[in-house]
Structures are given as structure tokens and as C-alpha cells.
């Protein structure tokens, strides 16, 4: 079954909202074994849906819409459908006693444009809204067009979206059998890498690249890298042994910058790390501005290992709460590994805590010099148990300097947490001696 995604909206194409449902959906349309061939994405103008709707009918076999199910005079998407079909609209009557319901229980007027919303073209079925006042409709079009089509409308906005899809689903399992269609189980993974380029990834799994099944994909995160690897068998547990032997030999190659899978991130990563060890970490940043602290405490139980955070900007900050020498400060500058490794001596001396991270640096746009570029920072990391006997290290980062500053603060911070992995794991080396 080939799929044809269908954004209806202005707003879309002016910029003003980002179109999440589309890869929303698609991933979704994977899981079922479904095909996306098309994504497009229209205006609210009839004739333009329209056009498109004939090119969909001529190369897809399931439309998805989503998008102009409003009441408002430009939720175009349910007449010009049954327009394109040559099919009246009529009122479902269950539809109209939701909306009116709903209104009823929000102590509100309902004005009579809403029960536009009821309205399906003629021999439709309704996808019922758990959320909101727009259902959708799920409609077999064959005897329109000659061709065994299918077609699904959805809000446009996300949440109600999610709440209806599991309908949408079923629909789809049910077409799928009336065709005589194998469903196979699609099943993906993400593991994710820091430290490595997208390029370099590729060379290193190049070969694995020409798979067929499983898939192996690079994608380009956030500061991160992610491979893709998806799968397709008659059942999970099929899949899952596909990708399980995949996901351990592209690990092999590539051991030193896996961090996890799926919905792990660099923070939740580290905090697995602290736990295991049963380590406090204390963290003193300044340009960071608190993005280190927040994310190390955005893992649910963060409090068994986060111990003392502190953002120390000014010099004479770093002096006071962290004892920072003021002549270090006035011979090397703020932006320097021997200041990044006073702060995180400082930190660990005071503190109590078991590894005390540091972070120092230029997040721009301005501050820059030659000699000390915008994207340059210095992590030190100071810690009470030795290691080899070394109980500090200092590592120095150059990112891009013509990255906007949130992006450069984020990067920081995905080196800051990549190298507090390292040490916690005793596999960190300092870039001074």
C-alpha cells in the first residue's frame, strides 16, 4: 500500500507552523508496514487541494490529510474532498451531539459555523475526536475512482492527531485485509553517537549502509549523530533479532562514541553512570549559565547524585565561592584550563560531593579574540578518587564560532557531559598535563 501525506494550511506554507505531523505519521505508517511515497503540503484555496487530490488519486492508494477541519471559513478540507468525489455533504448527527456536548460542558456558547464540523461527505465513516470539536473520517473511494483508494482526514493539531491516530490504525489493518495485504512488523532503532562526525560515521559503517534488511541509516542530530537502524519481519520479536545483531556490530566499530539507543540522551546516560557508582557531582559553569545544571537535573530522580550547582559569571564570583586565585585570573583570563581547573578543585574541595565538572568559555556572538575565539571553553573535571594516579582533567573545545549562542551553549554542554562519561568510566585523558 503506497501512501500519500497531505498538509492542508496556509500557515504551513508561510513558515508560521512547522509541520511535525507529517514525519509524525510516517513513522507511524511505517509501524503498520504502510509505504510513504509523497509528502505535500497545500494551501487553503479548494482549486489547489483539488489539483493535488487528482495527481494523489493517479499515484498513491492511501491519502492522508491533515489540517482544515475547522470551522472557520478557511477549513476547506471535508467539502472540497467530497467536491473532488462529486459527493454531497451531510451531517452525522452523533458528531453534532459531541460538539454541542462539549460546549455545554465548557459553559459556552456554541456559534452554528461549528456544526460545519459534522459535516462528511456522503457515505463516509467519522473518526471520533477525544479531544477536540473536529472528528475526521475514514472513507473507502473505490467506487469514485475506479481504484482502490483510501482516505483518512485528521486535525491539524498534534495532540488530537495522537489521540485519533489508534483509530486510524485500525481502519488502515482493516483495508490492508480486505486487500489480501501482508502486514509485516516494521521496527526501528536510533543509536546515538557523540564525538564523530556524520562523514566519518558513514566511512566506518559503509559496508553495513548496503543492508536491505535491516536498513542502517545516518541522521544528523543536535550535536549528536544518529544511526537508524530499522527492520521489517512478520513479527517483533523477528525484527528485534535483526536489529539486535546490526546494533552490536555497528557498536564494535564505533565503541567510543555510543552513548545509547532510542530515548537516551548524553544526561540520561551520565546519570546511569553516577548511579552505578553511587558518585555526587557538583557543577560550577559560567558561560553555560546554568543549561549544564539544568540538564544533568532534568532526569527523573536527579536529586540521589546531583549534589551542588552554582553558576559563577563574574571573576569575582569564581574568587569568592570557589576560590579561584585572582592572580590566575589576571595571568591566564577567565577563558583558561588553569581557571577551569581551579573551578572544579574549588568546587570539589567545598562541596563534598564525589566528582566536581567545571566549564569555562566564549559562547559569542561577541567576546571573541584571535587568540581565545568565540566556541572556545575549558572543562575541567576534578574527582576524589584517583584514577592512574590522576585526579584532574582538563579538556579544551572549539566549536563552530558562527553558531547562534544557544547553540554554541548546547554544544558545550554535550561535551561537558561526554567527557564527565569518560572520566566516571576511567577512559578520560587530560588535553594538559
Not at 296 to 301: E, H, I, K, R
Amino acid at each position: 500500500m503506497k501512501a500519500e501525506i497531505i498538509a492542508v494550511g496556509s500557515e504551513l506554507l508561510m513558515g508560521d507552523v512547522i509541520n511535525s505531523n507529517a514525519a509524525w505519521i510516517s513513522r507511524e505508517l511505517a509501524a503498520l508496514g504502510v509505504d510513504v511515497h509523497y509528502h505535500v503540503t497545500v494551501g487553503d484555496n479548494p482549486a489547489r487541494i483539488q489539483g493535488i487530490m487528482a495527481q494523489a488519486c493517479e499515484r498513491s492508494e492511501l491519502l492522508i490529510f491533515t489540517g482544515g477541519l475547522g470551522p472557520t471559513d478557511d477549513d476547506l478540507t471535508i467539502g472540497t474532498i467530497a467536491d473532488f468525489f462529486k459527493t454531497p455533504v451531510v451531517v452525522d448527527p452523533e458528531s453534532a451531539e459531541t460538539i454541542r456536548n462539549r460546549f455545554i460542558a465548557r459553559g459556552m456558547p456554541m456559534s452554528p459555523s461549528n456544526l460545519k464540523q459534522a459535516q462528511k461527505p456522503q457515505g463516509a465513516e467519522t473518526v471520533k475526536n477525544p479531544l477536540g470539536t473536529a472528528p475526521g473520517i475514514a472513507w473507502q473511494v473505490a467506487a469514485h475512482t475506479g481504484k482502490p483508494i483510501q482516505l483518512l482526514t485528521f486535525p491539524g493539531v498534534p495532540k488530537e492527531l495522537y489521540a485519533m491516530w489508534p483509530q486510524g490504525a485500525d481502519w488502515i489493518r482493516r483495508w490492508q485485509a480486505e486487500a489480501g495485504e501482508a502486514s509485516p512488523v516494521l521496527v526501528a532503532r536510533y543509536l546515538h553517537f557523540f564525538g564523530i562526525g556524520e562523514s566519518k560515521l558513514g566511512e566506518l559503517l559503509s559496508d553495513l549502509m548496503q543492508s536491505s534488511n535491516p536498513t542502517v541509516a545516518p541522521y544528523v542530530g543536535r550535536a549528536e549523530v544518529k544511526i537508524r537502524v530499522a527492520a521489517k519481519a512478520e513479527n517483533a520479536q523477528g525484527a528485534e533479532a535483526l536489529i539486535d545483531a546490526m546494533s552490536a556490530e555497528i557498536v564494535r566499530r564505533c565503541p567510543d562514541y555510543y552513548f545509547g539507543a532510542d530515548e537516551t540522551t548524553l544526561e540520561t546516560y551520565v546519570a546511569g553512570l553516577l548511579l552505578q557508582k553511587q558518585y555526587r557531582v557538583a557543577v560550577a559553569e559560567s558561560c553555560t549559565g546554568g543549561l549544564l545544571s539544568s540538564r544533568l537535573t532534568d532526569v527523573p530522580g536527579s536529586s540521589a547524585y546531583t549534589h551542588l550547582n552554582v553558576v559563577t559569571y563574574s571573576n569575582a564570583e569564581k574568587t569568592r565561592l570557589l576560590g579561584v586565585p585572582e592572580e590566575t585570573l589576571e595571568a591566564h583570563g577567565a577563558v583558561s584550563p588553569q581557571v577551569a581547573q581551579a573551578m572544579a578543585q574549588g568546587l570539589l574541595s567545598f562541596s563534598g560531593a564525589d566528582v566536581a565538572l567545571s566549564i569555562t568559555g566564549i559562547a559569542g556572538p561577541d567576546g571573541g579574540s584571535e587568540e581565545k575565539p568565540v566556541g572556545l571553553a575549558y572543562i575541567g573535571i576534578a574527582q576524589r578518587e584517583s584514577v592512574q594516579g590522576k585526579n584532574v582533567w582538563i579538556k579544551k573545545v572549539l566549536v563552530n564560532g558562527r553558531n547562534n549562542r544557544q547553540d554554541i551553549k548546547h554544544w558545550f554542554t554535550q561535551y561537558a557531559l561526554n567527557y564527565l562519561a569518560q572520566a566516571l568510566q576511567g577512559k578520560l585523558e587530560s588535553d594538559f598535563p
